[in-house]
């Protein structure tokens, strides 16, 4: 299942609900169905993860007590509310850096042997059609479409037979980066960590809709042009030795949000030179079986 969580604009109460794209991609508000049917859901998706709930099981149990009518009520159309980040206060943000080949060998970097990782806040996260902040002293304004993973329950040492069971979802996360800083600094923390510089979305796909998350294809285009086109096959490290590298460094906790790296094609290393973004730019990352994620980039 997809969730989606998102804002009436009139009112601006929030919300989530699931995608039914059985009803041409409607919105099935679960505040409201809840309400309806008098059974109690959990408030939000980050609550709903917390508490280890599976969607699909609450759906069920939602839709065998209720009526048709109940259902038709509670949904909404997409052109009446205003999606939103699906998770805005993760415990951490995770990132894998150089975690595709070809994207290794474009920068002139060496395949690593075990993941790199790096740190994004919490503050850069914003939803789809959010604004992306270009400061006016970012010159090298880049994008990286990476899948990303929600951890589902709290875990250390996980194996790689055991990770799939601690993973809720998965998203699309985009990891801005000001390249001009990052590499004069010489480490990734500034350069990828101001506000607006971790859009994700638009849903979070559970696993159940998932089968292979190491067999997806991803594609970003700027302003209509594809500049990258990939497989997550072709990650160094795929999404559960990923698991199993990090969580043997820190305990995974629900919520947390793991980046996996991005292939090759940034606008860094195009040749023959580099197209960085500007202002006014419309970035659209696609991954499968998730959706697309949209933002544009506006200079202040």
């Known amino acids: 299942m997809k969730l989606a969580r998102f804002t009436y604009p009139y009112s601006g109460k929030e919300s989530y609900g699931v995608i039914l794209e059985a009803e041409g991609g409607k ?16 408030s939000s998706i980050r609550s709903l993860i917390s508490k280890g709930l599976k969607i699909e099981k609450i759906f069920r149990k939602l839709t065998e007590k209720s009526s048709g009518g109940n259902i038709k009520r509670a949904m909404v159309d997409f052109e009446h509310v205003i999606l939103k980040a699906p998770i805005v206060n993760p415990p ?21 042997r075990e993941p790199i990782i790096f740190m994004k806040p919490r503050t850069a996260i914003i939803g789809p059609e959010e604004t992306i902040i270009k400061p006016n002293f970012v010159q090298q304004l880049d994008y990286e479409i990476e ?27 985009n990891d801005v980066s000001a390249r001009d800083i990052q590499f004069k600094d010489g480490q990734w923390t500034r350069g990828k960590s101001f506000d607006t510089f971790a859009p994700i979305g638009p849903y979070i796909t559970t696993i159940e809709q998932i089968n292979d998350p190491n067999n ?23 999404v559960y030795e990923i698991v199993h590298h990090i969580s043997r460094v820190m305990t995974l906790e629900p919520c947390d949000i793991i980046a996996t790296g991005t292939p090759s094609g940034v606008a860094a ?10 202002n006014g730019d419309v970035i659209e ?8 994620l949209r933002n544009i980039v506006v200079e202040r």
């Not at 951490?92 to 690593?112: M, Q, R, T």
């Not at 990352?285 to 697309?292: D, F, L, P, S, W």
């Open 27 to 42: 919105i099935l508000d679960l505040t409201k169905f809840s309400a309806l049917t008098n059974i109690n859901v959990p």
């Open 92 to 112: 951490k943000i995770v990132c894998l850096g150089l975690n595709y080949k070809d994207h290794a060998e474009e920068s002139g970097s060496p395949i690593p």
């Open 147 to 173: 899948l990303a993973i929600i951890i589902g329950k709290k875990g250390k040492n996980i194996s790689i037979s055991e990770a799939k069971k601690y993973i809720f979802g998965y998203t699309i996360l």
């Open 216 to 238: 997806l294809r991803m594609i970003t285009k700027v302003n209509g042009e594809i500049r990258q086109n990939s497989l997550t096959k072709l990650m160094i490290f795929n």
């Open 269 to 278: 290393f195009m040749k023959p030179e580099p197209k960085f973004l500007k």
């Open 285 to 292: 990352m696609e991954i499968e079986n998730i959706g697309i």
